[in-house]
């Protein structure tokens, strides 16, 4: 598609400094958190693609290990997503005999959320690549800014 010869978008050879570009959006709190989000995010999933794996994949890992035998339906409550965004999320991590459904004994439609033995497993390596990710993007930050960015996020999201 061409370009129209009023187009305000910068070309990606510009010389303008990218912190120029996105001045007028610096004191804007979502935006903030949105671009250190990417930070953290590039940094942990360029970590877990060496194990073929995405971070919704591990939250979901994660949180199935924390609370076995859980639903769907709370498995995607606890990720902020859609129920039916679950399933191909689930299918994956069964394929990679990473996670298994179960039926529940006493309602024959539910399934149970848990992880194999190699889930379990890998999962232990990937907590700890999470948390040197974490720390690695976060390097400019000392342990009790750190610890304070924490407690801040967690108190806009959990109000």
Known sequence: MARSAHSTAVPPESDVPAAALDASLE????????????????????KLSAHDLRPAQFSALAIIEQSPGLMQADLARAL??????????LNKLE???????IRCKPDKRSYGIFLSKSGE???KELKQIAADSDLEATAALNESERAELLKLLKKVYQY
Request: glycine residues 4%; positive net charge; charged residues 20%.
């Open 95 to 101: 394929e990679r005999a990473l996670a298994v459904r």
């Open 121 to 123: 497993t890998l999962l």
């Open 27 to 46: 004191n804007l709190i979502g935006y903030a958190l949105r671009r250190a989000q990417l930070k953290l995010f590039q940094n942990l999933i360029g």
């Open 80 to 89: 902020a997503i859609e129920p039916p965004q679950v399933v191909p999320l």
